[in-house]
Structure formats: C-alpha cells, structure tokens
C-alpha cells in the first residue's frame, strides 16, 4: 500500500535551514504529483509546495515563495522540502502528501525558535 514517511524535522533558530525528506512506497513514484502541507496549531492544514511527478514544474504559497524549494528524485522515490531562511512563523508540523492516491504521511515537526 502507499507509505510517505517524513524525516528532517526538528529546532531550528530563526535564519537558519532544514531539509525535509519524505520518502514513498507502495507506488510508481514517478505518476503522482507531490505536495508539502504544513498546520501550526490552532490554525488549517495549507499547502506549501507542490511538484509534477517530472519534477519539472512546481509551485509554492505566496508566503514561501523565495526561502522553500521542493525537488525530488525519481531514482530514490523520495520528495524533499528545502527550508531557507526559517522564520517563526514557519513553526508546523509539515505532511508530505501523494496528490493522485490522496494519501498523507504522519508528518514531521518544525519548530522555530531562539
């Protein structure tokens, strides 16, 4: 069956990077689409970023636009989230998500913090 399973979370200082990483099985990796979706307490689910399964077109929420990129690699089955420039309000439990079998992994943390 499908399984996305995150990694790379954790504490970061204001300013600084994390590489996200979710891994997938259970599917031809390459036929869907990937998206990163992040919730912060208290507020909805909304999505971050999103790729073809090419890889060659992506999209991003206005307010990651410029720090986030999200990339993949076919061969290793796995999506990544490239986090620049952290800010506190990216503080979130960020959930990779496989857009044509609508499955979610169990998500992995940020927090933001100094």
């Known amino acids: 069956q499908v399984q996305l399973v995150e990694s790379g979370g954790g504490l970061v200082q204001p300013g600084g990077s994390l590489r996200l990483s979710c891994a997938a099985s259970?599917?031809?990796?390459?036929?869907?689409?990937m998206r990163w979706y992040r919730q912060a307490p208290g507020k909805e689910r909304e999505l971050v970023a999103a790729i073809t399964g090419t890889g060659g077109t992506t999209n991003y929420s206005e307010s990651v636009k410029g720090r986030f990129t999200i990339s993949r690699d076919n061969t290793k089955n796995t999506v990544y989230l490239q986090m620049n420039n952290l800010k506190p309000e990216d503080t979130a439990v960020y959930y990779c998500?496989?857009?044509?079998?609508?499955?979610w992994g169990q998500g992995t943390q940020v927090t933001v913090s100094s």
């Open positions: 998500y496989a857009a044509r079998f609508d499955s």
């Open positions: 259970g599917f031809t990796f390459s036929g869907s689409g």
